[in-house]
C-alpha cells in the first residue's frame, strides 16, 4: 500500500480514540506530529497546535533605561538560524516588498534594518514608548522563535528597557499576537545584542 498524506486527526491525551478516526493500519492514518504543507508554509501539526506564520512584526516599547529619546541599532527577526528581513533596507520601501513603519513620523525606520547598527540609527526625538513595525510582504510569512536587538554604537542608555514583541497578518488591525514581554532590560553597552526567544 502506497501511504499518501491525509487531513491531520490528532488525539488529545487522556481522551480514548476509538470510533473517533483513522487508528494505526488503517489507509487514513496519519503519525502524530507530520509536517504538513499549509499554503506556501510548512505548519507542523502536533497536540499543541500549529506554528504560525505572521507577515507583520513590531517591537512595542513602553519606557527607555534613561534619556526622553529612543535610539536603536538594529532589530532582527530570526527563524532558527535565519535572520529577517534576509536582504538590508536601503529606505523605508526597499528593497522590495520590505516596509518598515513606526508611529511616530520619522522617516528612517529602516535603519534598524540596514544590518548595520554602527550606522545612523533610528533615532526618535522626544520619544520615550513607541512602536518600530517591519512588515515582510505578501507571501513572506514567517514562523520566528526569537528576535535580536542590538544597541546602537553610542547613547546605549536610551535602548528600550520595557516592551512587547508583536506579530500580526492584518497590519494589527485585529489581530495583534504578543510573542514575548521583556522588562528591566537595563545596562545596554554599545553595539550589545540581546537575543529574545518565544
Known amino acids: 500500500m502506497i501511504w499518501r498524506p491525509k487531513k491531520p486527526h490528532l488525539i488529545l491525551p487522556g481522551l480514548s480514540n476509538e470510533g473517533s478516526g483513522p ?6 492514518y ?8 499549509m499554503g506556501h ?4 501539526a502536533a497536540a499543541g497546535g500549529s506554528v504560525p506564520a505572521y507577515r507583520y512584526f513590531r517591537l512595542d516599547f ?3 533605561e534613561s534619556g526622553t529619546e529612543a535610539k536603536i541599532g538594529q532589530i532582527r527577526w530570526k527563524e532558527g538560524a535565519t535572520v529577517y528581513p534576509t536582504v538590508n533596507m536601503t529606505s523605508n520601501t526597499a528593497p ?6 513606526n508611529s511616530t513620523s520619522y522617516a528612517s525606520t529602516w535603519k534598524v534594518h540596514d544590518g548595520d547598527p554602527a550606522s545612523p540609527d533610528y533615532n526618535i526625538a522626544a520619544h520615550t514608548s513607541g512602536w518600530i513595525q517591519i512588515d515582510l510582504g505578501a507571501g513572506n510569512e514567517i514562523s520566528p ?17 520595557t516592551f512587547t514583541l508583536r506579530a500580526s497578518n492584518d497590519a494589527f488591525a485585529s489581530e495583534d499576537v504578543q ?6 532590560q537595563t545596562g545596554w553597552s554599545n553595539l550589545e545584542t540581546r537575543n529574545f526567544a518565544f
Not at 522590495?96 to 513603519?101: F, G, I, K, N, R
Not at 522563535?145 to 528597557?161: H, I, N
Open 62 to 64: 513602553t519606557a527607555l
Open 23 to 28: 487508528q494505526a493500519g488503517d489507509e487514513d
Open 30 to 37: 496519519q503519525p502524530p506530529g507530520l509536517c504538513f504543507l
Open 145 to 161: 522563535d526569537s528576535m535580536d536587538l542590538t544597541a546602537s554604537g553610542s547613547e546605549a542608555f536610551r535602548m528600550p528597557k
Open 96 to 101: 522590495s516588498p520590505l516596509v518598515a513603519l
Open 41 to 44: 508554509r510548512m505548519m507542523m
Open 179 to 184: 510573542l514575548a514581554a521583556p522588562s528591566d
